[in-house]
Nanobody, 125 residues
């Protein structure tokens, strides 16, 4: 079975940076869409960015591209999310997820994803 494990969350001051990692174990395959999502208390889960694992094409939710960057390390079966110039409103639980198809030119909706990690908390004060 495929498992996703996020790491790298923590507390940071506004304006700071955090780098989240998502490690995949098990047979992942070569052409999938891996996305980062976040969910703040009382709010719906929202997409942040996604990457097509075979082409390396990246996609961002509107407004996220400038401060957030998604990338992958195929050798380590890992996808990272670099977050810069963090704001208090970025405080949320961050999740990675994978779907067994392409990203279809954007960040698919959360319900499209097949497997989720347990999440990692990012708190910006």
């Amino acid at each position: 079975d495929v498992q996703l494990v996020e790491s790298g969350g923590g507390s940071v001051q506004a304006g700071g940076s955090v780098r989240l990692s998502c490690a995949a174990s098990g047979f992942v395959g070569s052409s999938n869409c891996l996305g980062w999502f976040r969910q703040a208390p009382g709010k719906e889960r929202e997409g942040v960015a996604a990457i097509h694992t075979s082409s390396g094409s990246t996609f961002y939710i509107y407004g996220k591209r400038g401060r957030f960057a998604i990338s992958q390390d195929n050798a380590k079966s890992m996808v990272t999310l670099q977050m810069n110039s963090l704001k208090p409103e970025d405080t949320a639980m961050y999740y990675c997820a994978i779907v067994w198809r392409s990203c279809s030119g954007g960040v698919p909706a959360p319900q499209a994803f097949d497997i989720w990690g347990q999440g990692t908390q990012v708190t910006v004060s």
